[in-house]
């Protein structure tokens, strides 16, 4: 029977996180996930959510270097953490990672609803392998549904970036 | 797609999270969170409780002595996909883990977590048996070993009490002249799979078989030790007809069907799998008839 005495569920948990490099301290209530608490605390809209149980990707944030679906982390559990989601991945003054450049060049977008789940696991993956092959780019955006594309010019996109990445570009 | 209201804890020691679950009604241990979250977003699960177990830092680890592995149950899946020491005595879990969701989910992921959820297609499950594991968990009764072999109790059902936790999976390799391969089938990469198969062998001087273990994934609600076959194999050249003795031990399975596979479909992709498992295992050992 599911009858959790209402002060239990409803006790708030103070959090202390570093989200894009900026320090914040808040009370969350247990049951929220990082996504939500991204978007409606933080007003971080950039992080989108699709499914909310782990199959879309498009939440995908990166958590202590980790790219995680935030559908499927607590806010509480990020107690601590340094959050990185896509409007982090710029640089100052807005100059574009080499990923979302990528994107940018090679049509790696349409509706733009998987974008930033794509762009946050390519960032990360990129930073672990900069010189992927196009099977290792394909299997690292296996985890993030695109309906428009057909994957092809996002593939494009992450080699290209990985390209830029080794001063290549 | 919410969460239902809990109450949250985090312990941070094994006595203070067994102390909690013995005292607390209703609570579901948080590992990884990659089944529990979207099970709580759906609500299948409604726990009044919630323990987080990922503030337990003596949880997570592998450690490498001589032939035994230890692998810490909160171990993240990519912790131990990474591990080079790990890779250099058991390469099947690189390679199976390649296969468990994908590189976001095996971030959080652990293996503990796998074992404890216990789907039928999961790799991780499989691979403790492929290894006559051992899994140990702790209560308020104090600690307990498990085999492998008596882990699975039923459908997502292992044979962990619900105020227990999984502290750590041990198990031994081999060593000398051996190899080792996992294959497996799913509509898509990282789906769950519609059979899989894990094979390990150890090759004789002579080049013939002199221990060999066969594990299924997918085809019933637990991992499938292929035994009568392995004993049949044991002596023999790991050539064509030795994978046809490995495939007769699929004979006798009752395999389980569902609404997109058959049970003779599933029988016939974990054949499949099993003799690309069982060559590539050979190939690795040096054997040149495979």
């Keep these: 029977m599911h009858d959790p005495t209402p002060e239990a569920g409803k006790a708030r948990h103070a959090i202390s996180l570093t989200v894009n490099g900026t320090a914040h301290a808040v009370d969350v209530d247990p049951r929220q996930h990082l996504g939500d608490f991204l978007r409606q605390t933080l007003q971080l809209t950039g992080t989108h959510l699709g499914c909310e149980h782990g199959v879309c990707g498009a939440c995908t944030v990166i958590v202590d270097g980790a790219p995680v679906r935030a559908c499927l982390i607590l806010a509480v559990q990020a107690d601590g953490a340094s959050v990185t989601t896509v409007e ?26 998987c974008t930033p789940g794509m762009l946050t696991t390519l960032a990360a993956f990129l930073a672990d392998n900069t010189s992927p092959t196009e099977a290792e780019v394909r299997e690292a955006i296996s985890g993030n549904l695109c309906r428009c594309t057909g994957y092809q010019t996002i593939v494009e996109a992450a080699l290209s970036a990985a390209q830029t990445l080794r001063g290549e570009g | 797609m919410k969460s239902p209201q809990f109450a949250y804890h985090r312990p941070q020691s094994v006595a203070d999270a067994t102390a909690l679950l013995a005292r607390l009604e209703n609570a579901k241990v948080l590992a990884g969170g ?49 591990s080079d020491a790990l890779f250099a005595r058991a390469p099947i879990f690189r390679e199976a883990l390649r296969h468990v969701g994908h590189i976001q989910t095996r971030s959080r992921g652990t293996i503990g ?6 789907d039928p297609a999961a790799e991780l499950p499989g691979l403790v048996r492929l290894f006559d ?43 000398g002249r051996r190899g080792e391969a996992f294959e497996e089938f799913a509509r898509r990469h990282g789906d769950f799979a519609i059979a899989g198969a894990g094979v390990r062998l150890q090759l004789d001087t002579g ?58 479909y599933r029988k016939h992709i974990a054949g499949v799998m099993l003799a690309r498992a069982f060559r590539r295992a050979a190939q690795s050992a040096g054997a040149h008839h495979a």
């Excluded at chain 1, 982090?88 to 609803?113: D, N």
């Excluded at chain 2, 409780?49 to 810490?72: A, K, W, Y």
């Design chain 2, 113 to 118: 977590g796998s074992l404890c959820h216990l």
């Design chain 1, 88 to 113: 982090g991945l710029a640089g100052k003054e807005g100059a574009l990672h080499p990923i979302q450049s990528a994107f940018r060049a090679h049509h790696g977008l349409q509706c733009g609803f």
């Design chain 2, 34 to 82: 990659q089944s529990l979250m979207p099970m709580l977003n759906m609500r299948y699960a409604l726990p009044d409780h919630v323990v987080d177990i990922n503030r337990i830092p003596e949880l997570s680890g592998i450690t490498i002595e001589g032939d035994r592995i230890t692998i810490g149950a909160m171990t993240r899946q990519r912790d131990i996909e990474r």
């Design chain 2, 133 to 175: 594991g051992t899994v140990h968990v702790i209560g308020p009764g104090g600690e307990r070993s498990i085999a492998a072999t008596d882990w699975g109790l039923g459908y997502m059902t292992p044979a962990i009490g619900a105020d227990e936790i999984a502290t750590a999976i041990t198990f031994n390799v081999w060593s």
């Design chain 2, 207 to 264: 080049g013939h078989i002199a221990r060999v273990a066969m594990v299924l994934v997918g085809v019933d609600v637990a991992p499938v030790r292929l035994l009568e076959a392995e004993t049949a194999l044991v002596g023999r050249a790991p050539d064509a007809a030795a994978i046809a003795v490995a495939k007769s031990g699929l004979d006798p399975l009752d395999v389980l069907s569902d609404a997109q596979n058959s049970a003779a």
